[in-house]
């Protein structure tokens, strides 16, 4: 079945620097994708819908600026935390879902990007 | 914000059937009900999906009612390995089919 992938799984980072976070679409060419975080006993929150080709769409609350989204190609969206700081320590969790298909079909998540910014 | 509200935790004995109610009181015509779920530090899993009839797979059945306000999933022999969170989800279709997560319901398999 489709599988979306993500990369690192683990990072470690020193604050003040900048972290680059991707998701891979493996079988599937997935023209939107979305980007979530999730802290300790917390749900999953949705930060962005990547759009292939065009801007990513932020969720209220969400600094555009300080979370960069980057869906280049059709397999691909990166997600880079700029000037990390220990706050934004959080596992990153990305989905994708299959254009192909009816829109009532699942979505696939990655394994997940746990961040420990020090 | 998450159309659904679950219990925040349930216990099963292993072996038993695990019922998991959900509700979605304001969910439209057209939304689907989707249910996933975590396991510790991984990404959600999904089990299964339905907007009106009742579904079945390999994993579980999803029960959705006539008035589809509300909806039980069944895991019919809970196992061990079924301890997780579970997620209840209306999908947002007009929103690119974003999934907005409630907070679940940790379920505990003992043995």
């Known amino acids: 079945g489709a599988v979306v992938s993500q990369h690192p799984s683990r990072v470690i980072c020193k604050s003040g620097t900048s972290v680059k976070i991707e998701c891979r679409s493996l079988?599937?060419?997935?023209?939107?994708m979305f980007w979530y975080r999730q802290f300790p006993k917390q749900s999953l929150m949705l930060m962005a819908t990547s759009n292939e080709g065009s801007k990513a769409t932020y969720e209220q609350g969400v600094e555009k600026d300080k979370f960069l989204i980057n869906h280049a190609s059709l397999t691909l969206s990166t997600l880079t935390v700029t000037s990390a700081h220990p706050e934004d320590s959080s596992f990153y969790i990305c989905?994708?879902?299959?254009?192909?298909?009816?829109?009532?079909?699942?979505?696939?998540f990655g394994q997940g990007t746990r961040l420990t910014v020090v | 914000d998450a159309k659904t509200t679950q219990p925040p935790s349930m216990d099963c004995a292993e072996g038993r059937a695990a019922n998991l109610p959900c509700n979605h009181s304001?969910?439209?015509?057209?939304?689907?009900v989707y249910w996933y779920r975590q396991i510790h530090s991984q990404g959600p899993q999904y089990i299964i999906h339905g907007l009106k009839n009742n579904e079945t797979n390999e994993m579980a059945s999803l029960i959705i009612t006539e008035d589809r306000k509300s909806s039980t999933l069944i895991l019919p022999h809970a196992t061990l390995r079924d301890t997780a969170v579970y997620y209840c989800?209306?999908?947002?279709?007009?929103?690119?089919?974003?999934?907005?997560f409630g907070q679940g319901t940790e379920l505990s398999v003992k043995p």
């Open positions: 989800i209306v999908r947002d279709y007009n929103q690119g089919g974003k999934l907005i």
């Open positions: 304001t969910i439209s015509g057209n939304e689907y």
């Open positions: 079988d599937f060419q997935a023209t939107t």
């Open positions: 989905s994708a879902s299959d254009p192909q298909k009816p829109m009532n079909t699942e979505a696939f």
